[in-house]
């Protein structure tokens, strides 16, 4: 299956002005604490590196890489663990930072294997939310976008490894 760009449902300048707010909310709340970001590989790749840089305060980054089996545009659930964090969270204020919420599986799958390891707190921020009915419930403190239950591409999000490298984020048009 060939996939090409669609319509472009978030443009640059929306998604920046969004980071900007998102920075400034993460900055107020953990002005008392050094928040940890774990971002997700490699969809969160983008979104991490200007969320960083819209954060003014003490600040920690580490990533993990994961990948879920599945079609190439639907996930199952099943979650494996390509690379772990490099750092220990016991004790740490982490933050999870993701690309997009489809399922909610992974995030699901990746909160309870966080948690374990006994953070002094743990939330989410993800930049894109799809909301789907039958998903699981993830409670995220931080959400960039709401959208529509269509597979999008750009700002880190791929097809197949393509389009991660759009400064926008588009649906993406599939022909059999
Ligand atoms: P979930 O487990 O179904 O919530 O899926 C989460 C993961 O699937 C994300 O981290 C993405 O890597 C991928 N994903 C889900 N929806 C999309 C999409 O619309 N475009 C690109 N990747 C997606
Ligand atoms: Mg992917």
């Given at each position: ?146 959208i529509e239950d269509v597979f999008v591409v750009g ?22």
């Amino acid at each position: 299956m060939e996939g090409k760009i669609g319509e472009i449902l978030i443009d640059s300048r929306q998604i920046q002005s969004k980071v900007a707010e998102l920075g400034r909310r993460i900055e107020t709340d953990y002005k008392d604490a050094t928040c940890l970001l774990v971002g997700i590989l490699k969809g969160a790749f983008i979104f991490m590196g200007d969320l960083a840089r819209n954060i003014h305060s003490p600040a920690e980054f580490d990533f993990m890489a994961v990948s879920s089996y599945g079609t190439r545009t639907k996930t199952s659930g099943v979650v494996r663990i390509i690379k772990d964090l490099d750092i220990d969270i016991t004790g740490q204020h982490v933050l999870i930072v993701e690309d997009i919420i489809d399922t909610g599986l992974t995030l699901k799958y990746l909160m309870a294997n966080l948690e374990a390891r006994g953070p002094a707190s743990l939330e989410v921020c993800a930049l894109l939310n799809k909301m789907v009915p039958q998903g699981v419930e993830i409670p995220v403190k931080y959400e960039g976008f709401r959208i529509e239950d269509v597979f999008v591409v750009g700002y880190g999000l791929d097809y197949d490894e393509k389009y991660r490298n759009l400064p926008y984020i588009a649906k993406l048009e599939i022909d059999a």
